[in-house]
């Protein structure tokens, strides 16, 4: 009995330090979604200095296209990397994303650890500049759909997000 409690102990806080591990990895120093006025601080390497904007129709119909933009200001004196911009499956239930400018060059789904997909851009964001992202799609079902839409600066761990939110009727 003694030794099933210290195994199963052992295991317990094993898992434990795996998760604390990725958890850390993933959001540990490099989160910080503090909301100003429609723009929010991108985890950018910890200097705070990247704007985001992302705006996306609140209303429209089945069939409709559907334009998820994303604006992203460098105001720092270093070129930057949109490494990707990652969509919760929830909003993407209702609009189906087809393509983008500039051009994605991949996407997966992050599942089973987001429930996510991510377009992988790679696509330098200039100093001192503006790198505008346009997605477009269709709405493809009726419904309140809605998720968050991360974008990732300077690597996959390096994201912050906000929400993203479409009600297309029948």
Do not use: W
């Not at 434990?16 to 990895?25: R, S």
């Amino acid at each position: 009995m003694g030794k099933r409690i210290i195994i199963g102990g052992i295991a317990g806080l094993a898992i434990l330090c795996v998760c604390g591990a990725v958890g850390i990895f993933v959001f540990g120093g490099f989160f910080n979604a503090a909301d100003v006025g429609g723009f929010f601080n991108a985890a950018d390497g910890g200097t705070g200095e990247v704007a985001i904007s992302v705006s996306a129709p609140l209303n429209a119909g089945v069939g409709d296209a559907v334009t998820v933009e994303i604006v992203i200001k460098n105001p720092t004196d270093q070129i930057m990397d949109l490494d990707s911009v990652d969509i919760n499956l929830e909003y993407l239930d209702g609009v189906d994303i087809s393509e983008s400018i500039p051009v994605y060059s991949d996407n997966y789904s992050l599942e089973p650890l987001f429930p996510q997909m991510s377009f992988a851009f790679h696509q330098p964001i200039p100093a001192n500049g503006i790198l505008r992202v346009r997605m477009f799609g269709t709405a493809v079902k009726s419904g309140d759909f809605s998720g968050t839409l991360d974008v990732c600066i300077d690597g996959g761990g390096n994201c912050t997000g906000t929400e993203v939110r479409t009600i297309i009727s029948p």
